[in-house]
C-alpha cells in the first residue's frame, strides 16, 4: 500500500540536522533499510491482518485500498474490490450512505452498524469504526476496521485469532524498533570516522532520510488509529510493570482520559482511581501471573462500571522477555464479553429451568434425583418422590385461558416451594404437573412414610386454599402420589418418577384431591396408621381407654403391688394391642395426655383403703417424651396433689435407652421425684445397654427382669448365667428385683432359688381391669 499521509510542515530542525549529518555517512544504507523495514512491517501488518480493512475516498465512496481479509469477506478478488464503491457493498440508500461518510470525516462519529452485501447476494450485519486520513498527495480518506456482527456467538474464535494476529504484529513492531535503534547507535560511531569526506552525500541522504522519517511516522499513525479504533482493551507495560501504551477503549474504561498514566503502575494508577482500586490490584495480581507462566495467558475478569454495574472481559497477556531472560514488556488485550456471559448464563436457565415457573425443569430434577437415589444407597437413609398433578386444570385453562391459567401454574409452584424444606427440589414436569423431591428422610422406613405422608398432606392442603384472581374466586386442588427410594428390587430415577405418576392417578381414581402411596400394601399400612393416629387423639375422650392392673407377688404368692397398664378398648376394632399403638402414640406427641391420665389412675388407686391396708405399691411405666418434658416434674406433684396419693407407694418404670439419653439431665429430674419420695425400676434391665457406670449414679430403687431371661432359664444355661449376673449387680447395688413374665411352676422355683425377689406373669394373674383386682384383695 503506498499512500501517504501529511503529517505537517518541514521540521524546523533540518538545518541543525544538516551540519549533524556530516559525519553520518555510513549511516545511509542501514537507515534506508529500517525505513523499507519499517515500511514492510505496516504493509504486511495491513495486508496480512485477518481483520477487514479498507481505505474509502470520503468524498466519492471509492475503494482506495483494501487488505486480503476485505477480499476474502465480500467474495470480490483484491483487484476488483479496489475499482469497486463501497456503495456497491453497503445496501442503504446512496444519500444515507454518503451522509454516514459525511460524519466519519468531520469525526462527528465514528462507529457505524450496517448491511453490507456480499458477492454471493448474501447480507451480513456489520459493525464499521471509521477514522479520517488525508494523504501525501492531500486526498481524504476514511480508514475502516469492519466487523462481522450477524451471529456474534458464532464468532468468538475469529475474534480470538484476531487478537492473537495483533499481538503477535504488535511483539514484532516492538522487537524490530529495538533492533533499530541498537544499529543506529552502532552506526552513529562508526560514522564518526568518515564524516569528513562524505559531508556532501550526506546533506542528500539526511534529506531522503527526513522523508523515510515521515513515511514511517505515517505508518505509525496508521498502526496508532487501527489500535485507538478497536472496541477491545490494548496496553503495553514495560518489564517494571509500568504503562506505556493504551488505547481509547482502554483509558475510557478505566477512567484515565486526560491522566498522564504513562510510566505508572497499576498501584500507583489505583491510588487516583479509587473507582476502579480493585480492578487495578486484580490486573497487578493477573499480570505477575503471566510473567511467571512465562507464556501467553488468558482469564476473564470483572471491570467495574460507572453505576454500578460491572463488565465482564476475556484477558489475554503476553510476556516479553529479553535474550537474557530478563523481562522487556507485557502485551494486553482484552475482549468485553459481558454480553455473551449474559447469553450463556440465560441459555443455562432455559436448559435446566421452567420459564414459567422459573422452577427446575425436568432435566435438572432428574439429575438431583439420581444423585439422592446414590446418596441414599450408601446412607441407608429414605428418600421420596411425589408426583402432584393439578385437579380438573384443563377444564379451568380452557374455561378462564391461558392468562389464567398461568397465573394458576405460578401460584402453585409458588405454594408448594413454600412448604418444603430447603434441601427438597420441586420442579415443573408439563402443564399441570409438578414433582418434589425429599432426599433425606429417616432410616426407619414406617418413620420415611410418615414422613412424606405428611409432606402430602402439606402440599395437598396448601393447594386447597382458593385463589383470587382479578374478582374470581378460584378453587385449586391436588392429587399426591408417594413412593420410597430405595426400593427393594433397584429401581432408577424414571422408574421412581413413574412409581409416583401411577399413585397419583390412584388418587384421582380415589375421588381427587388425595395422597397415594405406589406400594398397595404400604398404602393400607400408611391409611391404617393414619386412621389409628385419629381414632387415638379421640380415645380418652370417648372413655376407650382402661387402666389394667398385673399383680407382683412374693414368693409366697402374696400380692406386694402392681403395674398399671394401659389397654385401649376400640369399638370396632375391638382390643388393640399396645404394641400397635403405644409407637404411634410415642410418634405423635398423644403419649403425653395417656401417660398422665394412666398415672393419674394408678394415684387414685393407691387412695383405695384396700390398697393402703396391705401397704401395695403400683407401678407405672414412663415413656421418654414423656420423661422428657419440660414440665414432667411439675405435672407429677400436680397430679399427687390433685389425687392425695403418698408417693412413698409409686414406682415409675423407665427403660435403659431413656436414663442414658441425656443422663445429666435424667439424674437431675430423677433426683427431684426421689426427693418425693418416689421409687424408680429399670424395666426391661439386661435388654438395652446395661452399664455399671450409669446404673450407680442413677437414684433407682429396683430391677426388673425381662421375661427373654425368664422363659427359658431352667434350661438354657446361658438364660440362667444371665439372670445370676443381674441378680448379682442388683445385691451389689442394693437394689430389690421383680421378674416378669413368669408362667410356669418352674421358672418360679428356678428364680425362688436364687433368692429374694418379686414375681409377675401369667403364673400369679393376667393383667385386669382395676375393679376385678381390687375385688381379689378382698
Known sequence: MSHRVVLGRWPARLPRLLLLALGLLVLVPASMAVVMARNDLLSTLFHRHTAV?????????????????????????????????IQELNALEPEAVATERRQALSEARNYFIFPHRLASGALRTVEVYSSPVTLESGRQVLFSIIHDVTNRALSSGEQLLYQQRLEQAVATHTSNMEEVRQRERNLFIASLVGAVAVILVLAATVFRRSRAELALAHREEQLSTLIDAMPDIVCFKDGHGRWQRANTFDLRLFGLEGVDYRGKTDLELARYQDFYREAFMGCE??????????????????????????????????????????????????????????????????????SLTSLPNRRLFLDRLGTALSAAQHSRRYGAVLFVDLDDFNTLNDAQGHEVGDLVLQEAARRIRAVLEEMDTVARFASDEYVVLLPELSALEHVAVDQAMAM???????????????????????????????????AGAKDLIKFADTAMHQAKMAGRNQVRFFEVDMQARVEARFAMEGDLRLALGRSQMQVYIQPQVDQGGQVRGGEA???????????????????????????LALGDWVLEEACRLLNDPRVQAQNLRISVNVSPRQFHRSDFVTRVRQILSLTGADP???????????????????????????????????????????????LKRLPLNELKIDKSFVQDAPENPSDAALVDVILSVARHLKLKVVAEGVESPAQAAFLTARGEMLLQGYLFGRPMPMDAFLAQLG
Open 565 to 591: 397398664l394401659l389397654r385401649w378398648q376400640h369399638p370396632e376394632r375391638g382390643q388393640v394391642s399396645p404394641t400397635s399403638f403405644i409407637p404411634v402414640a410415642e410418634e405423635t406427641g398423644v403419649i
Open 285 to 354: 495480581a493477573s499480570d505477575e501471573a503471566a510473567w511467571q507462566a512465562g507464556y501467553m495467558s488468558r482469564a476473564e475478569e470483572v471491570i467495574p462500571i460507572q453505576g454500578g454495574s460491572a463488565k465482564v472481559f476475556d484477558i489475554i497477556k503476553v510476556p516479553l522477555f529479553n535474550p537474557d531472560g530478563s523481562r522487556k514488556g507485557l502485551v494486553v488485550v482484552g475482549r468485553d464479553i459481558t454480553e455473551r456471559k449474559h447469553a450463556e448464563a440465560e441459555a443455562e436457565r432455559l436448559a435446566y429451568f421452567d
Open 53 to 85: 480493512m479498507l481505505f474509502v475516498d470520503a468524498n466519492t465512496g471509492e475503494i482506495v485500498d483494501a487488505n486480503q481479509a476485505a477480499s476474502d469477506f465480500y467474495g470480490y478478488p483484491p483487484t476488483v474490490l479496489r475499482r469497486m464503491n
Open 648 to 694: 412413698g407407694y409409686l414406682t415409675l418404670e423407665v427403660t435403659e435407652g431413656l436414663v442414658i439419653d441425656n443422663v445429666h439431665q435424667t439424674v437431675a429430674t430423677m433426683g427431684e421425684l426421689r426427693a418425693l419420695g418416689i421409687h424408680f425400676s429399670i424395666d426391661d434391665f439386661g435388654t438395652g445397654y446395661s452399664s455399671l457406670s450409669y
Open 456 to 490: 402430602g398432606e402439606r402440599i395437598r392442603l396448601a393447594m386447597a386454599e382458593s385463589l383470587l384472581v382479578g374478582q374470581q374466586e378460584i378453587s385449586l386442588g391436588a392429587s399426591v402420589g408417594i413412593t420410597l427410594f430405595p426400593t427393594p428390587t433397584p
